[in-house]
């Protein structure tokens, strides 16, 4: 008997990826989307031979085409007969300096990050509204706490953005909704390629989406994970002065 249903986007690689295979390992039915359609047709048959119990769906999805985010949302909905939770997590982390010729990459990851991520909360929204349920995951950063510099700004400034709107609907209160948060900080992914050594505290793929996991299944309003060291340093970064901020990014 499935545990209940979980959409996830950006689902074919990297964090997505990984949260699909341990959602399916504790009995999840799971809609999945991102671009790469070739890799969610991989990573379900992975799924199913690994979980024959489970249902698994795919849909290619770009989250800054909002018509295709309804589409999308409301086939897995009429596939479903409804779903229980849906995790934003498509994103991009490509950037560079602003004023230095990388507006395209800045714009495509402000687009993807943030306004995709307000699409995706609208139309699952609708769905949870009129199904008096639902559990709204936000995937955000924890560079979403302060400002970054040069490669990092936008990504910082859009994830701050993801922060701002789960705030916000949180504090609405929709009957039946919860609202989560998640803040990773450096967990390896296709977004970490190159930055082994420049990273600190990076943690491998699969420990750093259980401690993911378990904040999404405990429904928790905000997360910071791994738990060590982010939790501490949350509460740290938030009182450097910009000076003291400038040396750690």
């Not at 047709?41 to 018509?67: F, K, N, Q, S």
């Not at 943690?203 to 904040?215: K, L, N, Q, Y």
Request: one cysteine or more; charged letters at 20%.
């Amino acid at each position: 008997m499935s545990t209940g249903t979980i959409v996830i986007t950006g689902a074919s690689s990297g964090l997505g990826a990984e949260m699909a295979r341990q959602f399916a390992e504790r009995g999840y039915d799971l809609g999945l989307c991102a671009r790469r359609a070739d890799r969610l047709d991989t990573l379900r048959d992975e799924l199913l031979a690994a979980h024959p119990g489970i249902v698994v769906r795919t849909a290619a999805l770009d989250v800054t085409d909002d018509a295709a985010v309804q589409t999308v949302f409301e086939k897995f909905r009429a596939e479903f007969g409804g779903f229980d939770r849906v995790v934003v997590n498509a994103g991009l982390g490509h950037g560079a300096a602003l004023g230095t010729g990388g507006h395209a990459a800045n714009r495509r990851t402000a687009l993807t990050n943030f306004v995709g991520a307000l699409s995706q909360s609208e139309h699952a929204l609708a769905v949870f509204r009129a199904q008096g349920r639902g559990h709204l995951v936000l995937i955000s950063s924890f560079s979403a706490l302060r400002g970054m510099r040069r490669s990092m700004t936008t990504y910082a400034a859009s994830k701050a953005g993801v922060a701002a709107l789960a705030e916000g609907l949180r504090s609405e209160r929709i009957p039946g909704v919860d609202i989560s948060l998640i803040c990773p900080g450096y967990i390896r992914s296709e977004m970490t390629d190159g930055k082994e050594g420049r990273t600190t505290f990076l943690v491998d793929t699969e420990p750093g989406v259980a401690a993911m996991v378990r904040a999404i299944q405990a429904r928790k309003p905000v997360a910071y994970v791994p738990a060590w060291p982010w939790v501490p340093l949350s509460v740290v970064v938030k009182l450097l002065p910009v000076s003291l901020l400038r040396r750690l990014t």
